[in-house]
Protein backbone atom coordinates (compact mmCIF):
# COMPACT_ATOMS: atom_id res chain seq x y z
CA UNK A 1 0.00 0.00 0.00
CA UNK A 2 3.18 2.18 0.32
CA UNK A 3 4.11 1.94 -3.30
CA UNK A 4 2.09 4.26 -5.11
CA UNK A 5 2.89 7.01 -2.30
CA UNK A 6 6.31 6.35 -2.58
CA UNK A 7 6.39 6.57 -6.30
CA UNK A 8 4.33 9.85 -6.59
CA UNK A 9 7.11 11.60 -4.22
CA UNK A 10 9.44 10.15 -6.52
CA UNK A 11 7.55 11.76 -9.39
CA UNK A 12 7.24 14.94 -8.14
CA UNK A 13 10.74 15.35 -6.70
CA UNK A 14 12.00 14.17 -10.30
CA UNK A 15 9.59 16.67 -12.61
CA UNK A 16 11.21 20.01 -11.40
CA UNK A 17 14.43 18.70 -12.97
CA UNK A 18 12.89 17.13 -15.74
CA UNK A 19 11.07 20.69 -16.59
CA UNK A 20 14.56 22.30 -16.70
CA UNK A 21 16.03 20.33 -19.30
CA UNK A 22 14.35 21.43 -22.33
CA UNK A 23 15.53 24.95 -21.78
CA UNK A 24 18.81 24.33 -21.85
CA UNK A 25 18.30 22.35 -25.25
CA UNK A 26 16.28 25.23 -26.48
CA UNK A 27 19.14 26.91 -26.51
CA UNK A 28 18.69 29.76 -27.75
CA UNK A 29 14.91 30.52 -27.52
CA UNK A 30 15.17 34.03 -27.86
CA UNK A 31 17.13 36.89 -29.79
CA UNK A 32 20.79 37.89 -29.30
CA UNK A 33 22.76 40.80 -29.06
CA UNK A 34 26.28 41.57 -30.45
CA UNK A 35 28.02 44.82 -28.84
CA UNK A 36 30.25 46.32 -31.40
CA UNK A 37 32.44 48.73 -29.74
CA UNK A 38 32.88 50.44 -32.74
CA UNK A 39 31.46 53.05 -35.28
CA UNK A 40 29.53 51.55 -37.75
CA UNK A 41 31.66 51.31 -41.36
CA UNK A 42 35.09 49.50 -41.75
CA UNK A 43 35.94 46.35 -41.42
CA UNK A 44 34.86 44.95 -38.06
CA UNK A 45 31.91 46.47 -38.40
CA UNK A 46 31.31 44.53 -41.97
CA UNK A 47 32.50 41.43 -39.93
CA UNK A 48 30.18 42.31 -36.88
CA UNK A 49 27.48 41.54 -38.94
CA UNK A 50 28.06 39.30 -41.72
CA UNK A 51 28.45 37.08 -38.47
CA UNK A 52 25.41 38.26 -36.71
CA UNK A 53 23.47 37.21 -40.04
CA UNK A 54 25.18 34.22 -39.87
CA UNK A 55 25.00 32.91 -36.35
CA UNK A 56 21.40 34.03 -36.48
CA UNK A 57 20.30 31.48 -39.32
CA UNK A 58 22.61 29.02 -37.66
CA UNK A 59 20.70 29.30 -34.73
CA UNK A 60 17.44 29.93 -36.00
CA UNK A 61 17.18 33.19 -33.90
CA UNK A 62 17.82 36.76 -34.72
CA UNK A 63 20.93 38.29 -33.61
CA UNK A 64 20.69 42.40 -33.15
CA UNK A 65 23.70 44.52 -33.56
CA UNK A 66 24.25 47.29 -31.29
CA UNK A 67 27.00 49.73 -31.95
CA UNK A 68 28.05 50.98 -28.50
CA UNK A 69 30.53 53.23 -29.16
CA UNK A 70 33.27 55.63 -26.90
CA UNK A 71 36.45 56.00 -25.19
CA UNK A 72 38.72 53.81 -27.60
CA UNK A 73 35.98 51.08 -27.23
CA UNK A 74 36.14 50.78 -23.69
CA UNK A 75 32.43 51.97 -23.19
CA UNK A 76 30.91 48.75 -25.35
CA UNK A 77 33.96 46.57 -24.03
CA UNK A 78 32.60 47.35 -20.44
CA UNK A 79 28.72 46.84 -21.00
CA UNK A 80 29.32 43.34 -22.80
CA UNK A 81 31.38 42.59 -19.73
CA UNK A 82 28.83 43.52 -17.39
CA UNK A 83 25.85 41.45 -19.03
CA UNK A 84 24.37 38.18 -18.01
CA UNK A 85 26.62 35.20 -18.45
CA UNK A 86 23.41 33.65 -19.70
CA UNK A 87 24.78 33.10 -23.52
CA UNK A 88 22.29 35.87 -24.98
CA UNK A 89 25.40 38.83 -25.33
CA UNK A 90 28.25 38.58 -27.33
CA UNK A 91 31.12 40.48 -27.76
CA UNK A 92 33.03 41.91 -31.20
CA UNK A 93 36.57 40.84 -29.94
CA UNK A 94 40.31 42.41 -31.01
CA UNK A 95 43.60 42.63 -29.48
CA UNK A 96 42.30 46.34 -29.54
CA UNK A 97 39.76 46.39 -27.12
CA UNK A 98 40.87 42.98 -25.30
CA UNK A 99 44.89 42.96 -25.18
CA UNK A 100 46.56 46.55 -25.97
CA UNK A 101 43.59 48.93 -23.77
CA UNK A 102 43.62 46.88 -20.56
CA UNK A 103 47.57 47.12 -21.34
CA UNK A 104 47.60 51.12 -21.51
CA UNK A 105 44.60 51.70 -19.40
CA UNK A 106 44.73 50.62 -15.85
CA UNK A 107 41.57 52.49 -14.67
CA UNK A 108 39.00 50.12 -16.34
CA UNK A 109 36.26 49.26 -14.10
CA UNK A 110 36.14 45.70 -15.87
CA UNK A 111 39.07 42.90 -16.23
CA UNK A 112 38.75 41.81 -19.83
CA UNK A 113 40.83 37.98 -18.59
CA UNK A 114 38.52 37.74 -15.80
CA UNK A 115 35.00 38.99 -17.31
CA UNK A 116 35.63 37.84 -20.83
CA UNK A 117 35.67 34.83 -22.24
CA UNK A 118 37.01 34.78 -26.41
CA UNK A 119 35.50 31.90 -28.40
CA UNK A 120 36.45 32.58 -31.27
CA UNK A 121 39.07 34.54 -33.61
CA UNK A 122 37.84 34.68 -37.05
CA UNK A 123 40.46 35.85 -38.67
CA UNK A 124 43.37 38.81 -38.80
CA UNK A 125 43.82 42.14 -40.68
CA UNK A 126 47.43 42.13 -41.72
CA UNK A 127 49.50 45.45 -41.01
CA UNK A 128 52.00 47.08 -43.96
CA UNK A 129 54.80 49.90 -43.71
CA UNK A 130 53.66 52.09 -45.79
CA UNK A 131 55.68 55.32 -47.30
CA UNK A 132 55.11 58.83 -49.78
CA UNK A 133 56.29 58.03 -52.84
CA UNK A 134 58.86 61.03 -53.09
CA UNK A 135 60.54 59.36 -49.61
CA UNK A 136 64.28 57.87 -51.12
CA UNK A 137 63.75 54.38 -49.79
CA UNK A 138 62.23 51.40 -51.25
CA UNK A 139 63.21 48.70 -48.54
CA UNK A 140 63.86 48.50 -44.54
CA UNK A 141 67.50 48.75 -45.05
CA UNK A 142 67.11 52.10 -47.07
CA UNK A 143 64.98 53.31 -44.53
CA UNK A 144 67.46 52.83 -42.20
CA UNK A 145 70.00 54.10 -43.32
CA UNK A 146 68.46 57.45 -44.41
CA UNK A 147 66.65 57.39 -41.09
CA UNK A 148 69.90 57.72 -39.02
CA UNK A 149 71.41 60.23 -41.77
CA UNK A 150 68.25 62.52 -41.01
CA UNK A 151 67.67 62.22 -37.63
CA UNK A 152 64.84 63.80 -36.72
CA UNK A 153 63.55 64.64 -39.87
CA UNK A 154 61.28 62.06 -40.99
CA UNK A 155 57.72 62.18 -39.11
CA UNK A 156 55.09 59.28 -39.17
CA UNK A 157 51.12 59.31 -39.05
CA UNK A 158 49.38 57.89 -35.12
CA UNK A 159 45.94 56.81 -34.45
CA UNK A 160 46.91 57.45 -30.81
CA UNK A 161 49.51 55.15 -28.53
CA UNK A 162 46.39 52.76 -27.78
CA UNK A 163 46.57 50.38 -30.45
CA UNK A 164 48.84 47.86 -32.52
CA UNK A 165 49.95 50.50 -35.45
CA UNK A 166 51.41 52.47 -33.02
CA UNK A 167 53.10 50.14 -31.06
CA UNK A 168 54.00 48.45 -34.38
CA UNK A 169 55.77 51.45 -35.36
CA UNK A 170 57.52 51.88 -32.20
CA UNK A 171 59.01 48.03 -32.73
CA UNK A 172 60.43 49.06 -36.23
CA UNK A 173 61.97 52.69 -34.91
CA UNK A 174 63.56 50.71 -32.09
CA UNK A 175 64.85 47.54 -34.68
CA UNK A 176 66.12 50.70 -37.10
CA UNK A 177 67.54 52.32 -34.43
CA UNK A 178 65.85 55.09 -35.74
CA UNK A 179 63.36 57.77 -34.31
CA UNK A 180 60.89 59.43 -35.69
CA UNK A 181 58.24 62.04 -34.58
CA UNK A 182 55.13 61.50 -34.64
CA UNK A 183 51.89 63.23 -35.81
CA UNK A 184 48.47 62.18 -34.99
CA UNK A 185 45.37 62.29 -36.87
CA UNK A 186 41.88 61.41 -35.71
CA UNK A 187 41.37 58.17 -38.12
CA UNK A 188 42.90 56.08 -41.47
CA UNK A 189 41.61 58.45 -43.76
CA UNK A 190 43.18 61.98 -42.55
CA UNK A 191 46.52 59.95 -42.30
CA UNK A 192 46.38 58.15 -45.52
CA UNK A 193 45.40 61.91 -47.16
CA UNK A 194 48.42 63.44 -44.71
CA UNK A 195 50.59 60.58 -45.87
CA UNK A 196 50.26 60.94 -49.62
CA UNK A 197 50.38 64.71 -49.26
CA UNK A 198 53.83 64.15 -47.41
CA UNK A 199 52.54 65.84 -44.25
CA UNK A 200 54.09 62.58 -42.69
CA UNK A 201 56.54 60.23 -44.51
CA UNK A 202 55.33 56.93 -43.05
CA UNK A 203 52.46 55.54 -41.62
CA UNK A 204 51.72 51.73 -40.55
CA UNK A 205 48.02 50.76 -41.54
CA UNK A 206 45.85 47.89 -41.70
CA UNK A 207 45.89 46.49 -45.18
CA UNK A 208 42.37 47.11 -46.23
CA UNK A 209 43.29 50.56 -45.72
CA UNK A 210 45.92 51.15 -47.57
CA UNK A 211 45.76 49.05 -50.42
CA UNK A 212 44.07 50.77 -53.40
CA UNK A 213 46.73 53.27 -52.52
CA UNK A 214 49.79 50.65 -52.60
CA UNK A 215 47.93 49.09 -56.11
CA UNK A 216 47.21 52.55 -57.64
CA UNK A 217 50.76 53.63 -57.39
CA UNK A 218 49.89 56.48 -54.78
CA UNK A 219 52.04 55.11 -51.86
CA UNK A 220 54.67 52.34 -51.52
CA UNK A 221 55.16 49.49 -49.48
CA UNK A 222 57.93 48.88 -47.87
CA UNK A 223 57.47 45.69 -45.28
CA UNK A 224 55.02 43.48 -44.01
CA UNK A 225 54.99 43.13 -40.46
CA UNK A 226 54.05 39.68 -40.48
CA UNK A 227 54.80 35.78 -40.25
CA UNK A 228 54.91 35.26 -43.57
CA UNK A 229 54.07 37.64 -46.89
CA UNK A 230 50.23 38.14 -47.65
CA UNK A 231 48.85 37.16 -51.02
CA UNK A 232 47.49 40.71 -51.97
CA UNK A 233 50.97 42.29 -51.88
CA UNK A 234 53.29 38.75 -52.72
CA UNK A 235 56.35 40.87 -53.78
CA UNK A 236 56.65 42.99 -51.02
CA UNK A 237 58.67 40.85 -47.72
CA UNK A 238 58.07 40.48 -44.47
CA UNK A 239 60.20 42.51 -41.90
CA UNK A 240 62.12 39.31 -40.97
CA UNK A 241 63.45 38.73 -44.50
CA UNK A 242 64.85 41.97 -44.94
CA UNK A 243 67.00 41.33 -42.07
CA UNK A 244 65.01 42.34 -38.94
CA UNK A 245 63.81 40.26 -35.78
CA UNK A 246 60.68 38.43 -36.94
CA UNK A 247 57.87 40.23 -35.74
CA UNK A 248 53.55 39.23 -36.15
CA UNK A 249 51.59 42.73 -35.94
CA UNK A 250 47.64 42.06 -36.82
CA UNK A 251 44.25 43.09 -35.78
CA UNK A 252 42.64 39.78 -34.72
CA UNK A 253 38.40 39.80 -34.77
CA UNK A 254 36.59 37.26 -33.30
CA UNK A 255 34.25 36.93 -30.86
CA UNK A 256 33.53 37.02 -26.86
CA UNK A 257 31.44 36.27 -24.40
CA UNK A 258 30.75 37.28 -20.62
CA UNK A 259 32.84 34.54 -18.59
CA UNK A 260 30.19 31.83 -16.61
CA UNK A 261 28.31 31.72 -20.16
CA UNK A 262 27.62 28.29 -20.15
CA UNK A 263 29.15 25.75 -21.68
CA UNK A 264 26.41 24.13 -24.12
CA UNK A 265 25.81 28.14 -25.11
CA UNK A 266 28.95 28.37 -25.77
CA UNK A 267 29.19 25.06 -28.14
CA UNK A 268 26.49 26.17 -29.81
CA UNK A 269 27.88 29.67 -30.68
CA UNK A 270 31.23 28.01 -31.78
CA UNK A 271 29.58 25.37 -33.79
CA UNK A 272 27.67 28.27 -35.63
CA UNK A 273 30.38 30.38 -35.79
CA UNK A 274 32.30 27.31 -37.74
CA UNK A 275 29.82 26.26 -39.87
CA UNK A 276 29.18 30.26 -41.14
CA UNK A 277 32.50 30.90 -41.57
CA UNK A 278 33.50 28.29 -43.82
CA UNK A 279 30.81 29.02 -46.22
CA UNK A 280 32.20 30.31 -49.99
CA UNK A 281 30.50 33.79 -50.06
CA UNK A 282 31.95 34.52 -46.96
CA UNK A 283 35.18 33.38 -47.47
CA UNK A 284 35.05 35.32 -50.70
CA UNK A 285 33.94 38.60 -49.03
CA UNK A 286 36.55 39.02 -46.02
CA UNK A 287 39.26 37.58 -48.17
CA UNK A 288 38.63 40.43 -50.72
CA UNK A 289 38.40 42.92 -48.17
CA UNK A 290 42.27 42.02 -47.05
CA UNK A 291 41.53 39.94 -44.24
CA UNK A 292 43.44 36.96 -43.67
CA UNK A 293 40.36 33.67 -42.00
CA UNK A 294 42.68 31.79 -39.65
CA UNK A 295 41.68 27.99 -39.17
CA UNK A 296 38.91 27.31 -36.46
CA UNK A 297 40.04 26.48 -33.08
CA UNK A 298 39.45 24.81 -29.99
CA UNK A 299 39.36 26.80 -26.62
CA UNK A 300 42.98 25.63 -25.72
CA UNK A 301 44.37 26.93 -29.12
CA UNK A 302 42.59 30.56 -28.68
CA UNK A 303 43.67 30.49 -25.58
CA UNK A 304 47.02 29.95 -26.25
CA UNK A 305 46.62 32.49 -29.28
CA UNK A 306 45.32 34.88 -26.85
CA UNK A 307 48.46 34.12 -24.53
CA UNK A 308 50.98 34.71 -27.07
CA UNK A 309 49.44 38.20 -28.36
CA UNK A 310 49.20 39.34 -25.25
CA UNK A 311 52.89 38.54 -24.37
CA UNK A 312 53.82 40.39 -28.01
CA UNK A 313 51.90 43.96 -27.11
CA UNK A 314 53.06 43.62 -23.34
CA UNK A 315 56.76 43.64 -23.91
CA UNK A 316 56.31 46.84 -26.71
CA UNK A 317 53.95 48.75 -23.88
CA UNK A 318 56.59 48.14 -20.98
CA UNK A 319 59.68 48.46 -22.58
CA UNK A 320 58.10 52.17 -23.66
CA UNK A 321 56.45 52.46 -21.03
CA UNK A 322 53.50 53.22 -22.67
CA UNK A 323 49.94 54.52 -20.64
CA UNK A 324 46.88 56.40 -21.22
CA UNK A 325 46.32 56.92 -17.74
Excluded: C
Amino acid sequence: MTTLPRLLRVLFAVLPLAAALPAQADYPDKPLKLVVPYAPGGITDNLARALADGIGRELKQPVVVENKVGAGAIVGTGAAARSPADGYTLLMASNGNLVVTPLITRKLNYDTERDLRVIAVVGEVPTVLVANTSLPVTDMKSLGEYGRANAGKLNYASLGQGNVLYLTMRKIEDDLKIRMTEVPYKGSVPALTALMGNDVQLYVDVLPGALPFIQAGKLRALGVPMDQRIEWLPDVPTLREQGLPAFHAASWLGIAVPTGTPPEAIAALQGAIKRHTQEPEFRRTFTKAGMLLLPPMDGPQVDAYLKADRERWGALVRQHNISVD
